[in-house]
């Protein structure tokens, strides 16, 4: 797969710009707040419906406007498909494909693969675990509409069973509508239980090698899925846990509370890592997750690096620029003075300079 263009309009401090993009590796580099970050956003909110920030769709548009838009031409193999998007603020965006309007956004979900990696993913092992269910998330939404089907729905019934248990002795059938709505979050949970066991054990597959690589042998990494409670045991649970909820007024156990663990020769990096040893954790997480893709759709994903390298020091550098030469790759950075030093071909140079884009020879 790869990106072939992009057009913006009204997106963020972009008022207007068309940008055609190299199957390698394409480089925005310029001043901070300049708006490089904000292209490799409009990417991937074109291909996955979701801004990796979480911004919501109001605050994408550029200030003073009601709408924004956003066109991306992809091609997979010898297929062109054209996406457009159009952000509202205050209602839903709206989605086409090939100039077809798509009802649902999950419709979207399988045409485009990112990855995507910003100095904040070297915290993911050391942040608190939403930052790494996120992960898995994200990940799971991209490969399989299915997952987020099932996600989409475990969470809106999860808000309906929290609001509930705020209200409980305000409706005099509560315990009923209790009955339905767990029954409803155990049969949307167990495949997010099930799918996270899966995805968790490919990672783990993949991942140990990768690690090793980085570390120069020093360390194996591990990784572990970390669930809440098994499917068999979900329903029984939540009927033991019952009373608990309603005092607590909130839903006290299920997948919205699963974690990812990572461990090298039994210590967890998450409590007991050096910090070296956690964006290194990190690192490795975001090239398998490059491999995952390649294993589950038989393509190679887009690589989106947000101003990465200068986070990283000269070892893991050079690997990852190794490690990518093979997929296209969108690249934002301060300076080009670190891909100099390490020889590293690009394809396609961009600078911008407050809000506007120029292509450098």
């Known amino acids: ?25 394409n480089l925005f580099y310029g001043d901070n707040a300049q708006g490089k970050t904000n292209i490799l956003e409009a990417v991937y909110l074109c291909g996955t419906t979701r801004s990796h920030r979480g911004s919501k769709d109001r605050e994408m548009i550029r200030f003073g406007e009601e709408e924004g838009h956003i066109c991306m031409r992809v091609r997979r193999g010898e297929v062109p498909y054209r996406v457009d998007m159009h952000l509202k603020k205050n209602k839903t965006k709206g989605i086409a494909i090939g100039g077809v309007p798509v009802k649902k956004a999950g419709e979207l979900i399988g045409l485009c693969n990112f990855v995507f990696f910003s100095p904040e993913d ?84 993949i991942i140990g090698s990768i690690h090793s690589r980085l570390s120069g042998g020093r360390e194996e990494l591990a990784v572990t899925y970390e669930e809440d409670i098994g499917e068999a045991e979900f329903a029984g649970r939540l009927q033991e846990c019952r009373e608990h909820d309603i005092r607590l007024r ?20 998450r409590r007991y890592g050096s910090q070296g040893q956690q964006r290194t954790a990190a690192l490795s997480l975001k090239l398998a997750e490059i491999e995952i893709v390649k294993q589950s759709v038989k393509d190679t994903p887009v690589l989106l690096l947000d101003d990465v390298l200068s986070e990283l020091d000269s070892g893991r550098q050079q690997y990852l620029l190794e490690t990518i030469h093979d997929i296209q790759t969108m690249i934002t950075c301060t300076g080009v003075d670190d891909f100099v030093e390490h020889n590293f071909q690009i394809n396609r140079l961009f600078q911008v300079s407050e809000g506007t884009v120029s292509e450098k020879n």
């Open 1 to 25: 797969m790869i990106v072939e263009s992009i057009k913006l309009e009204n997106f963020r401090n972009y008022g207007s710009l068309t940008l055609e993009f190299d199957r390698g590796t």
């Open 250 to 269: 909130s839903t006290g156990c299920g997948p919205h509370r699963d974690d990812l663990g990572f461990a090298v020769q039994a210590v967890d990096l």
């Open 122 to 205: 070297l915290n993911i092992i050391k942040n608190g675990p939403s930052e790494r269910r996120r992960f898995m998330d994200m990940e799971l939404c991209q490969l399989d509409r299915i997952y987020l089907f099932h996600l989409s729905n475990y969470n809106k019934v999860l808000a309906q069973r929290n609001k509930l248990l705020k209200d409980y002795l305000f409706y005099p059938d509560a315990s009923t509508m209790l009955d339905v709505l767990d029954e409803q979050l155990v049969r949307y949970g167990t495949a997010l239980i099930q799918a996270r066991r899966r995805f968790t054990g490919q990672l783990d597959a």
